[in-house]
């Protein structure tokens, strides 16, 4: 292993989302040493370029993280329900459905409205400016020029068609840029994909940073905890299996880039969380916040598979002959089926269960995943060979309210992983208004010589009580997970808008976990948003 200078101005640890762009950005100044700690290996799998390749990668241990949750949906039920985030270098970034949404203006507001002074509208979409190329062109709402390239869905069939279609008679606005227009509307999801290659963050960000001396990588390496002294951050204790365990130090800033399963248990390993907490799991206290990886809010979506009355869908392209034409077209022309997404169309609305604001993403393709035993999902990747098509439906804004709390102080301990989902009045009546309103949206006109059986929940599931159920049963975690080391006022959060950590000197946090609340949609871009902005405050103040 190549030896490492003793101390370094930044330290960033994680090289997801966020932790690319900042330690590109940061290290792009050649007076600054800088050093990426990563715990996972290099993005070396050929499937991470393939967009379709994320249905191998989903369920390789060497690029996922899988998380054991402590608490199931509903009793005797999800007893292993497992959330996964991406391993290695890109993070999530390499594995996702690279799905370009970039939330509302008034998520943003919100933040600045909880104490995240200078984060709103505005900022962010500077941020999200600076970093696109898009490629419908750069405007007042989008960027041209920047480091990634988005692009509209490039695979097109008459079925993507009518189910723009049924959501326009459903009233959706149908737009070209999912994100140039707030509220209901319709269309193509936009993906950070350039010329059928997946732009994960290591591919943009990280590989002019590795060709700098100032710039320094390390990879499968576990941050143990940072060291603080009089209360300011010194360095990481670190461990490998070349090094065994063994420290770096910082003259500047550590940056937590974690996201939000890892960075709140590094402070908390650090002991930086509820006092009580980390007593009880053998972790000396070195500053008390109790709203260390607290305040966990996530998107709970619940996918429903239907039969095709005739052959207009496309999971043939994904089984048998169909598939090696479709792998052939993407290496010779570099388009088709498998050059986009896992999902075309995209659609936003309201339930109208808390009032008129956007509060549900839908999710539509034209083929279906594999159903085992009772219609019960099987892993993603596996095909179903029938004709059919997917809805999914992702509630945006719960309110319940989940918590990761590190076992102790070895990182091999793990965490307790408590969701609450679906914990308030709220949660429970948009949850049953979310499958009714997917239930409408085939039902529309435009589908109608298309859209067979409903497989899940299945026709037989009517009353409130039963779609309830079923989905306590069968929903899944949106993978977008925010909060547990919050921007706020002090003494309501765990950093302040400067991203700084309340209590210790010299460690920040800038990823998911960051974000004050939820955002309506993904939360690929804005993490590279907030990691732009990151940089931007570090480097300018």
Same mark, same amino acid.
Request: glycine share 14%; net charge negative.
């Given at each position: 292993?190549?030896?490492?200078?003793?101390?370094?101005?930044?330290?960033?640890?994680?090289?997801?989302?966020?932790?690319c762009?900042?330690?590109?950005?940061?290290?792009?100044?050649?007076?600054?040493?800088?050093?990426?700690?990563?715990?996972?290996?290099?993005?070396k799998?050929?499937?991470?370029?393939m967009?379709?390749?994320?249905?191998?990668?989903v369920?390789?241990?060497?690029?996922?993280?899988?998380?054991?949750?402590s608490?199931?949906?509903?009793?005797?039920?999800?007893?292993?329900?497992?959330?996964?985030r991406?391993?290695?270098?890109?993070?999530?970034?390499?594995?996702? !459905?690279?799905?370009?949404?970039?939330g509302?203006t008034?998520?943003?507001d919100?933040?600045?409205a909880?104490?995240?002074?200078?984060?709103?509208?505005?900022?962010?979409?500077?941020?999200?400016?600076?970093?696109?190329?898009?490629?419908?062109?750069?405007?007042?709402?989008?960027?041209?020029?920047?480091?990634?390239?988005?692009?509209?869905?490039t695979?097109?069939?008459?079925?993507?068609?009518?189910?723009i279609?049924a959501?326009?008679e459903?009233?959706?606005?149908?737009?070209d840029?999912?994100?140039?227009?707030?509220?209901?509307?319709?269309g193509?999801?936009?993906?950070?994909?350039?010329?059928?290659?997946?732009?994960? +963050?290591?591919?943009?960000?990280?590989?002019?940073?590795?060709?700098?001396g100032?710039?320094?990588?390390?990879?499968?390496?576990?941050?143990?905890?940072?060291?603080?002294?009089g209360?300011v951050?010194?360095?990481?204790?670190?461990?490998?299996?070349?090094r065994?365990?063994?420290?770096?130090g910082?003259?500047?800033?550590?940056?937590?880039?974690?996201?939000?399963?890892e960075s709140?248990?590094i402070?908390?390993r650090?002991?930086i969380? =509820?006092?009580?907490?980390?007593k009880?799991? !053998?972790?000396?206290?070195?500053?008390?916040?109790?709203?260390?990886?607290?305040?966990?809010?996530?998107?709970?979506?619940?996918s429903m598979?239907?039969?095709?009355?005739?052959?207009s +869908?496309?999971g043939?392209?994904?089984?048998?002959?169909?598939?090696?034409a479709s792998?052939?077209?993407y290496?010779?022309?570099r388009?088709?089926?498998?050059?986009?997404?896992p999902?075309e169309?995209g659609?936003f609305m309201?339930?109208?269960?808390t009032?008129?604001?956007?509060?549900?993403?839908?999710?539509?393709s !034209?083929?279906?995943f594999?159903?085992?035993?009772?219609?019960?999902p099987?892993p993603?990747?596996?095909?179903?060979?029938?004709?059919g098509?997917?809805?999914?439906?992702?509630m945006?804004r719960?309110?319940?309210?989940?918590?990761?709390?590190?076992?102790?102080? =070895?990182?091999?301990?793990?965490?307790?992983?408590?969701?609450?989902?679906?914990?308030?009045?709220?949660?429970?009546?948009?949850?049953?208004?979310t499958?009714?309103?997917m239930?409408?949206?085939?039902?529309?006109?435009?589908?109608?010589d298309?859209?067979?059986?409903?497989?899940?929940?299945?026709?037989?599931?009517?009353?409130?009580?039963?779609?309830?159920?079923?989905?306590?049963?069968l929903?899944?975690?949106?993978?977008?997970?925010?909060g547990?080391?919050?921007?706020?006022?002090? !003494?309501?959060?765990?950093?302040?808008?400067?991203?700084?950590?309340y209590?210790?000197?010299?460690?920040?946090?800038?990823?998911?976990?960051a974000?004050?609340?939820?955002?309506?949609?993904?939360?690929?871009?804005?993490?590279?948003?907030l990691?732009?902005?990151?940089?931007d405050i570090?480097l300018?103040?």
């Amino acid at each position: 292993m190549t030896a490492l200078p003793e101390s370094f101005d930044y330290i960033v640890v994680g090289a997801g989302s966020a932790g690319c762009v900042l330690a590109e950005r940061l290290s792009a100044d050649p007076r600054n040493r800088v050093l990426l700690v990563e715990a996972g290996g290099r993005d070396k799998s050929p499937w991470i370029a393939m967009p379709k390749g994320i249905a191998k990668l989903v369920t390789d241990p060497d690029y996922i993280w899988a998380y054991q949750i402590s608490q199931p949906r509903q009793p005797g039920k999800n007893a292993h329900e497992i959330w996964i985030r991406g391993k290695g270098l890109g993070g999530s970034s390499s594995i996702n !459905g690279m799905i370009w949404s970039r939330g509302e203006t008034q998520d943003y507001d919100e933040w600045q409205a909880a104490g995240a002074t200078g984060w709103n509208g505005a900022s962010m979409l500077a941020a999200y400016r600076a970093i696109e190329d898009h490629g419908l062109a750069g405007s007042d709402m989008r960027g041209s020029g920047g480091p990634v390239h988005v692009t509209p869905d490039t695979y097109r069939y008459p079925l993507a068609e009518r189910m723009i279609a049924a959501g326009e008679e459903m009233g959706l606005a149908r737009t070209d840029d999912l994100n140039s227009v707030q509220g209901g509307r319709v269309g193509y999801y936009c993906h950070n994909i350039r010329k059928g290659r997946r732009e994960s +963050g290591a591919k943009v960000f990280l590989r002019p940073a590795m060709k700098r001396g100032n710039f320094h990588l390390l990879t499968d390496t576990i941050v143990k905890s940072v060291r603080i002294s009089g209360g300011v951050a010194g360095g990481l204790e670190l461990r490998n299996a070349q090094r065994g365990d063994f420290t770096v130090g910082c003259a500047g800033e550590i940056i937590l880039c974690g996201g939000t399963m890892e960075s709140p248990q590094i402070l908390q390993r650090s002991g930086i969380g =509820d006092g009580d907490t980390l007593k009880a799991a !053998g972790i000396e206290v070195r500053h008390h916040n109790p709203h260390v990886g607290r305040h966990m809010r996530e998107h709970l979506s619940y996918s429903m598979p239907f039969l095709l009355r005739r052959n207009s +869908g496309i999971g043939h392209c994904y089984y048998g002959a169909g598939l090696v034409a479709s792998v052939a077209r993407y290496y010779l022309l570099r388009n088709g089926p498998m050059a986009t997404g896992p999902f075309e169309v995209g659609a936003f609305m309201s339930t109208g269960v808390t009032g008129p604001r956007t509060d549900l993403q839908l999710y539509l393709s !034209g083929y279906m995943f594999a159903l085992g035993d009772d219609n019960d999902p099987v892993p993603l990747g596996n095909i179903d060979k029938r004709p059919g098509m997917t809805v999914s439906g992702t509630m945006l804004r719960l309110e319940s309210e989940g918590e990761i709390m590190a076992r102790g102080v =070895d990182p091999a301990a793990g965490a307790a992983i408590t969701p609450n989902w679906l914990s308030t009045g709220n949660d429970e009546e948009t949850a049953i208004a979310t499958i009714r309103a997917m239930r409408d949206y085939v039902a529309q006109t435009a589908l109608a010589d298309d859209v067979g059986e409903e497989l899940i929940p299945g026709a037989d599931v009517q009353s409130d009580a039963e779609l309830l159920d079923s989905f306590r049963a069968l929903g899944t975690s949106g993978l977008h997970g925010v909060g547990t080391c919050r921007m706020g006022r002090e !003494g309501e959060a765990v950093l302040d808008a400067s991203l700084r950590v309340y209590g210790v000197e010299g460690l920040r946090v800038a990823d998911c976990s960051a974000m004050p609340g939820l955002v309506t949609g993904n939360t690929n871009a804005p993490a590279m948003a907030l990691g732009w902005r990151a940089a931007d405050i570090l480097l300018h103040g």
